[in-house]
């Protein structure tokens, strides 16, 4: 990294004192010697057997005094040049600390380069706690929009069920009931994905068929589908992955229930293929696929394609970044491109475990 090949701080500042003192030795020593061979030249002292006499030491100690406070000069010029942008950095950690993340550290263009570089990396380090916490007021802001429509209308209805508006019937407690599980499908997204964010989202890796688990899944999901005017269209090899089963069966349950809400109705298609090495296992549906100016941000949180036609099917902008948490956790590839028929073609990849089996 960058501040591993550096010099230490500690190192450029003993460096720079080191220079300091040698710089007052020479100005002292060659200045009081030259300046006293010029005062014996003109005024030539009386002979004697001293080795020093009282006059030497008073034109030494005069010349010392003089030679010193150029040194000192140069040293407080020096140790300005390295204490400024230390004390605009302590200033703006202590404001950070105090809650103003927008504070900044200075460094003047005269700083030595390991202060100015030491001031660069706190304000980056600065810029993206600040990043961190606008996230943060978002994810927050846009988890309280998302749990506060299920709760109105579940308080709205039991409330009405209460006063006699509305009869508690199968068809109003069905729908109760349909809110409900919406509400805990969020919280259950948002768990994978801040579990996956963490790094704590645990995971059973074990030798798994993904063939026979796409199979039954599907099996499970073709009367809903039906229902809806959609069928599967399953193209599976024969493979051995080493995943966590469950997860892998949420993330494809996720990508179908993508493409119930936003496919036109017609084939879903799940295929299972071994390339060089790699299970990549894909997810496609006949169109129209996610809009250019989105599919840079498809996988981020809450992004979505159509909030209006999401509110209508239950979609809460969280199954594609659920898919992504899962195969990061993984250590698998996660991408998207258009299929060749237009649609949306989802491939999830999971690394050189692959085993392709015999029939």
Known sequence: MKMETRAGLSRQILIAMSAITILAG?????????VYSAIVAVYPLPETDEWLTSLDLVIFAALILGTLPIAALVALRLARRILDPLESLARSARQIAAGD?????AASDKALGETA??????????????????????????IAHELRTPLTILKGRLQGIIDGVFEPDERTLRRLILQVDGLARLVEDLRTVTLADSGHLD?????????????????????????????LTLELDDIVVDADATRVRQAVLALISNARRHAIRGAITISLKAVDGT???????????IDRNLAGRAFEPFVRGDPDRAKETGGNGLGLSVVRAIMEAHGGSLRYRTAPGGGALFEMGFGASAVPRAR
């Open 101 to 105: 993340l927008s504070a900044r550290a």
């Open 117 to 142: 570089s030491l001031v660069g990396d706190f304000n980056t380090m600065a810029q993206r706690l600040q990043d961190m916490a606008a996230d943060m007021a978002l994810w927050n802001a846009t």
């Open 26 to 34: 020479v100005l002292v020593f060659f200045g009081s010697y030259l």
């Open 203 to 231: 995971l059973r890796i074990v030798p798994t068929r993904l063939d026979r688990e796409l199979e039954e899944l599907a099996e499970l999901m073709a009367p809903d589908l039906a229902s809806d005017g959609f069928h």
């Open 279 to 289: 299970a990549v296992l894909a997810i496609s549906d006949e169109g129209p696929g």
